[in-house]
């Protein structure tokens, strides 16, 4: 693994890059391209300071992501290691069905199980049973994924630096008790303009959806970061993401968590 670190120019030019693609919505090449091969961890590191300065009184932390917790999409994408992002209250398109693709670069959605937290939890030796005792509910979820690099194209560091693509979150209506799932066998049937074009089961995420909050809470603990109590965790894509056109039609329809549609626009 690349062990480099950027010199304190490259290192703001990954930064201002990837805020002015932010703020123009205008897709740039892979940072990694201009400025060199970087760290996994200077990665997060830029990341961190990213999403920090985006924060305030009015966009406060809402929670974390994981990416890439399947075998098959790290294969897709090239990148061979699950990531982790940050989620801001900001991020929340709960309750939207319309989605204005002119907000993004280019706008994929993809389903999730989606934990809220009872009580803070953090690691690095988290137990399957703490893990299990922290989460108040589950959720159906949709994140809105919009890599700010060019036709999707990127390195571990590239999109780790990006904020792993976050760009929004949906939760569903219906909450459920973690005991009353089985979260291997809990189904997602993917409709685009009425067909069913996908389906998976949450053994898509790292076997089981509560090993992805177990894996999160020893990565931000490493980060010097605690899961807080009402935090959301997005566990991870069940299936692969699904481009987002106005005049298109996505509903996530779950076995015992509910539906979500969206509607390009």
């Not at 805020?19 to 123009?24: C, F, G, I, L, Y």
């Not at 959806?209 to 935090?231: C, N, T, V, Y």
Request: glycine letters at 8%; hydrophobic letters at 45%.
């Amino acid at each position: 693994m690349n062990s480099a670190r950027l010199t304190p120019t490259a290192r703001a030019e990954v930064t201002r890059q990837i805020e002015e693609a932010v703020a123009t919505g205008v897709a740039i090449p892979p940072v990694v391209k201009s400025v060199g091969e970087f760290s996994i961890e200077e990665a997060y590191e830029i990341q961190n300071e990213i999403f920090t300065s985006s924060l305030g009184d009015d966009n406060p932390r809402a929670g974390v992501k994981l990416g890439l917790t399947s075998r098959a999409k790290q294969l897709r994408m090239k990148v061979e290691i699950p990531v982790f992002g940050q989620l801001s209250s900001k991020m929340d398109r709960t309750g939207q069905l319309n989605i204005n693709c002119g907000d993004y670069i280019h706008p994929r959605v993809e389903p999730e199980i989606v934990f809220v937290l009872r009580h803070p939890i953090e690691g690095p030796y988290l137990s399957r049973i703490e893990a299990t005792d922290a989460v108040a509910a589950v959720y159906a979820g949709v994140e809105i994924i919009d890599s700010r690099f060019r036709d999707f194209s990127f390195s571990a560091a590239d999109v780790i630096a990006d904020n792993t693509s976050a760009a929004g979150f949906i939760l569903g209506n219906v909450s459920k008790e973690l005991t009353d799932l089985d979260l291997e066998t809990e189904a997602v049937l993917v409709h685009v303009n009425g067909e069913v074009l996908d389906s998976a089961t949450g053994a898509a995420i790292l076997g089981n959806p509560i090993d992805a909050l177990m894996l999160a809470a020893r990565h931000f603990h490493a980060q010097k970061l605690r899961l807080e109590a009402g935090w959301l965790v997005l566990s991870g894509a069940m299936t692969d993401a699904i481009a987002l056109q106005p005049g298109s039609t996505v509903t996530f329809e779950y076995s015992h968590l509910g539906s979500i549609t969206l509607r390009g626009v």
